[in-house]
Protein backbone atom coordinates (compact mmCIF):
# COMPACT_ATOMS: atom_id res chain seq x y z
CA UNK A 1 0.00 0.00 0.00
CA UNK A 2 1.18 3.50 -0.89
CA UNK A 3 0.35 6.40 1.29
CA UNK A 4 0.65 9.78 0.22
CA UNK A 5 2.24 12.08 3.27
CA UNK A 6 3.22 15.61 3.23
CA UNK A 7 6.99 15.71 2.07
CA UNK A 8 7.73 19.70 2.71
CA UNK A 9 6.04 23.39 3.91
CA UNK A 10 6.80 26.69 3.04
CA UNK A 11 4.46 28.12 5.84
CA UNK A 12 2.98 31.70 5.37
CA UNK A 13 4.64 32.55 2.17
CA UNK A 14 4.15 36.55 1.59
CA UNK A 15 3.31 36.52 -2.24
CA UNK A 16 5.94 39.52 -3.65
CA UNK A 17 4.22 39.35 -7.31
CA UNK A 18 1.13 37.57 -9.36
CA UNK A 19 1.89 38.28 -13.36
CA UNK A 20 -1.18 36.81 -15.10
CA UNK A 21 0.96 36.79 -18.72
CA UNK A 22 3.72 34.49 -18.16
CA UNK A 23 3.69 30.77 -17.97
CA UNK A 24 2.05 28.63 -15.30
CA UNK A 25 4.46 28.25 -12.36
CA UNK A 26 5.30 29.37 -8.71
CA UNK A 27 8.87 30.99 -8.61
CA UNK A 28 10.79 30.73 -5.44
CA UNK A 29 13.73 31.72 -4.16
CA UNK A 30 16.07 28.96 -4.54
CA UNK A 31 17.47 29.23 -0.55
CA UNK A 32 13.52 28.43 0.05
CA UNK A 33 13.89 25.44 -2.57
CA UNK A 34 16.76 24.30 -0.90
CA UNK A 35 15.65 24.59 2.95
CA UNK A 36 12.05 22.58 1.79
CA UNK A 37 13.86 20.21 -0.20
CA UNK A 38 11.07 21.43 -3.37
CA UNK A 39 12.72 20.25 -6.85
CA UNK A 40 12.60 22.52 -9.74
CA UNK A 41 9.42 21.36 -11.72
CA UNK A 42 8.19 19.55 -8.81
CA UNK A 43 4.41 19.79 -8.12
CA UNK A 44 2.69 22.19 -5.69
CA UNK A 45 0.16 22.57 -3.66
CA UNK A 46 -0.80 25.94 -3.21
CA UNK A 47 -3.27 27.53 0.12
CA UNK A 48 -3.77 30.74 -0.09
CA UNK A 49 -4.14 32.31 3.92
CA UNK A 50 -5.58 35.41 2.66
CA UNK A 51 -8.77 34.27 0.63
CA UNK A 52 -8.82 30.47 0.85
CA UNK A 53 -8.31 29.92 -2.46
CA UNK A 54 -6.44 26.47 -3.23
CA UNK A 55 -4.67 25.92 -6.63
CA UNK A 56 -1.73 23.22 -7.83
CA UNK A 57 1.07 24.68 -9.99
CA UNK A 58 4.93 23.58 -10.29
CA UNK A 59 7.78 25.37 -8.69
CA UNK A 60 10.48 27.25 -10.42
CA UNK A 61 13.48 28.85 -9.17
CA UNK A 62 13.91 32.15 -8.85
CA UNK A 63 17.70 34.07 -7.85
CA UNK A 64 18.72 32.77 -4.45
CA UNK A 65 18.22 35.53 -1.77
CA UNK A 66 15.76 37.25 -3.26
CA UNK A 67 12.69 36.24 -1.29
CA UNK A 68 10.76 35.58 -4.18
CA UNK A 69 7.62 34.37 -4.49
CA UNK A 70 5.81 34.72 -7.88
CA UNK A 71 2.58 33.46 -8.54
CA UNK A 72 2.21 32.95 -12.43
CA UNK A 73 -0.11 31.94 -15.29
CA UNK A 74 -3.41 31.33 -14.17
CA UNK A 75 -2.83 31.07 -10.84
CA UNK A 76 -2.11 34.71 -10.78
CA UNK A 77 -6.18 34.73 -10.89
CA UNK A 78 -6.01 33.18 -7.40
CA UNK A 79 -3.21 35.41 -5.28
CA UNK A 80 -2.24 38.91 -5.61
CA UNK A 81 0.76 40.38 -4.14
CA UNK A 82 0.98 40.37 -0.06
CA UNK A 83 -1.33 37.21 0.45
CA UNK A 84 -0.27 35.04 3.01
CA UNK A 85 0.40 31.17 1.08
CA UNK A 86 1.20 27.71 2.48
CA UNK A 87 3.02 25.75 -0.47
CA UNK A 88 3.17 22.12 0.42
CA UNK A 89 4.86 19.41 -1.92
CA UNK A 90 3.43 15.39 -0.99
CA UNK A 91 5.13 12.10 -1.38
CA UNK A 92 4.10 8.84 -1.74
CA UNK A 93 5.92 6.47 0.20
CA UNK A 94 5.16 2.43 1.40
CA UNK A 95 3.72 2.14 4.96
CA UNK A 96 7.84 1.05 5.55
CA UNK A 97 8.88 3.88 4.56
CA UNK A 98 6.24 6.51 6.28
CA UNK A 99 6.67 5.30 9.61
CA UNK A 100 10.24 6.60 9.48
CA UNK A 101 9.65 9.94 7.50
CA UNK A 102 9.90 13.04 8.55
CA UNK A 103 9.12 16.43 6.11
CA UNK A 104 10.72 19.17 6.31
CA UNK A 105 8.57 21.80 7.44
CA UNK A 106 10.08 25.88 6.69
CA UNK A 107 8.34 28.60 8.40
CA UNK A 108 8.57 32.43 7.44
CA UNK A 109 8.30 35.96 8.27
CA UNK A 110 6.55 38.68 6.17
CA UNK A 111 10.22 39.23 3.92
CA UNK A 112 10.02 35.60 3.63
CA UNK A 113 12.99 35.03 5.85
CA UNK A 114 12.99 31.97 7.07
CA UNK A 115 12.58 31.91 10.97
CA UNK A 116 12.96 28.19 12.00
CA UNK A 117 12.50 25.11 10.57
CA UNK A 118 11.36 22.30 11.87
CA UNK A 119 11.42 17.86 10.30
CA UNK A 120 7.80 16.63 11.50
CA UNK A 121 7.23 13.46 13.15
CA UNK A 122 4.85 10.90 12.30
CA UNK A 123 3.70 8.78 14.76
CA UNK A 124 4.25 4.63 14.27
CA UNK A 125 1.52 3.36 11.30
Do not use: W
Not at 38 to 52: D, M
Not at 109 to 116: F, G, L
Request: proline share 2%; aromatic share 6%.
Amino acid sequence: MKLTLLKSKLHRATVTHAELDYEGSCAIDQDLMDAANILPFEQLHVYNVSNGERFTTYAIVAPRGSGTIGVNGAAAHKATADDLLIICTYAELDAAEAEHFNPALVYLNEKNAITHTSHGHLAAI
